[in-house]
């Protein structure tokens, strides 16, 4: 059975809409699916640990993506581009986010982190210009604060709060 998804295993493949890893893959590699511009929707199984680099990066339709609980790392640039996707749902058992693993997701309004991603890189978000909230578990605030950029602090809320507006803060 499939433990793996190689490296450039469905690169370029322009037919591919929707996507169902089964249970028992582990890791999905480097450049896995890059450039498939019709992939619109994923679910990654709890077996997944690791998401490799820009293993969904320029996936241009992708609007969902499930992360199953028990992925730990996303690496660099792994949904880099992906300009159709909207919200994300980071689960607890997250310790890594490489840099720009969300970048250019130009349509990305709301991402949920968990209590705390001991590793996290501070241009995880760049170019998001849609970001309307970052929620985050209570008592979490100022632990994202402390890592992501200023520029962005305002966007970073408790879990149930009403989408901030950067008006608030002035």
């Known amino acids: ?62 609007e969902k993506v499930v992360i199953s609980e028990g992925v730990a790392e996303i690496c660099k640039s792994a949904f880099l ?13 997250v310790t ?16 949920h982190l968990p209590a705390a991603v001991p590793s996290i890189e501070i241009n995880l978000f760049k170019e998001c210009n849609n970001l309307k909230a970052i929620y985050v578990p209570e008592n979490s605030v100022d632990y994202y604060k402390e890592r992501l950029p200023v520029d962005i602090h305002w966007l970073i809320v408790e879990e149930g709060s009403p989408l901030p507006a950067k008006a608030d803060i002035f």
């Open 1 to 62: 059975s499939v433990t793996k998804i190689g490296h450039d295993a469905f690169r370029n493949c322009s037919s591919l809409c929707e996507m169902v890893i089964s249970e028992g893959v582990t890791e999905i590699g480097e450049s896995a699916f890059s450039d498939c511009r019709t992939l619109r929707e994923i679910v990654i199984p709890s077996t997944v640990t690791k998401i490799g680099q820009w293993a969904f990066n320029e996936c241009y339709s992708l």
């Open 81 to 93: 581009k992906c300009t159709s996707l909207r919200e994300v749902v980071i689960p607890s058992s």
């Open 96 to 111: 890594s986010i490489g840099p720009f693993a969300f970048s250019g997701c130009s349509s990305l309004e709301i991402v």
